[in-house]
């Protein structure tokens, strides 16, 4: 059954500590993204990356990072850097122009 | 700034009515237009669109390119409960990393 993982579905923490969110793909896409979605807002780009050990910034990279140490996962941390971390993460593998979506995280920090 | 502006932001509609959604663009280096389906959490493909005129269909759902004027229409007719969703369209541009850039997306809501 192809598709993408994210874990965990919620997740809560305190301001301060960094946190990793999880995603893991089983498509054999080269590319992966990682987006960050709030209200009235639309998806708007944290860091993509084309191939295993390689990554680049998107629009909203400040206060994230990322690694892409094998094809089938793009974990995302993020650090206690982020002014606002409360929203909904969405991370996404393709191939071509087509993007496929995982089912989202949705990060509360209080 | 690349740019991609949906109208209406929200819309409630009955059940059997038709609606049309709506994208326009400003985007250098325009490969093609993307409309999802985001009804909980994962958006899901609805359509690609590269060529201006030529409508893509599936069931009630069609949709069409206009690269002169730069915009798209998503339409629904004849519309269930289940089409409640926000529908979200993204731009990709000719560049590395096949790149898109979404609009803020039109909370449907049809009701019974």
């Known amino acids: 059954d192809g598709g993408i993982t994210q874990s965990p579905k919620y997740l809560f923490r305190k301001e301060g500590q960094n946190v990793t969110l999880s995603c893991e793909q089983n498509?054999?896409?080269?590319?992966m993204y990682w987006y960050r979605q709030d209200p009235g807002q639309g998806l708007r780009l944290i860091y993509y990356s084309q191939i295993v050990n390689d990554f680049q910034k998107g629009d909203i990279a400040e206060g994230y990072s990322v690694s892409r140490e094998k094809k089938e996962s793009f974990p995302l941390t993020v650090t206690s850097a982020q002014k606002n971390p409360t929203a909904f993460y969405l991370c996404?593998?393709?191939?071509?122009?087509?993007?496929?979506f995982g089912p989202g995280t949705r990060l509360t920090v209080t | 700034e690349d740019k991609v502006v949906q109208s209406p932001l929200s819309l409630v509609v009955h059940e059997g009515d038709t609606v049309t959604l709506n994208c326009s663009y400003e985007?250098?280096?325009?490969?093609?237009l993307l409309w999802y389906k985001q009804e909980k959490k994962a958006p899901t493909f609805l359509f690609m669109l590269?060529?201006?005129?030529i409508e893509k269909k599936s069931g009630r759902l069609s949709s069409i390119l206009d690269k002169k004027e730069l915009f798209s229409i998503l339409n629904i007719t004849a519309t269930q409960t289940g089409d409640s969703a926000v529908y979200l369209c993204a731009v990709a541009r000719m560049e590395y990393g096949n790149k898109l850039v979404f609009g803020a997306g039109t909370i449907l809501r049809v009701k019974s």
């Open positions: 996404a593998s393709s191939i071509g122009q087509r993007q496929y």
């Open positions: 590269t060529s201006s005129g």
């Open positions: 498509l054999n896409h080269d590319a």
């Open positions: 985007v250098t280096n325009f490969r093609s």
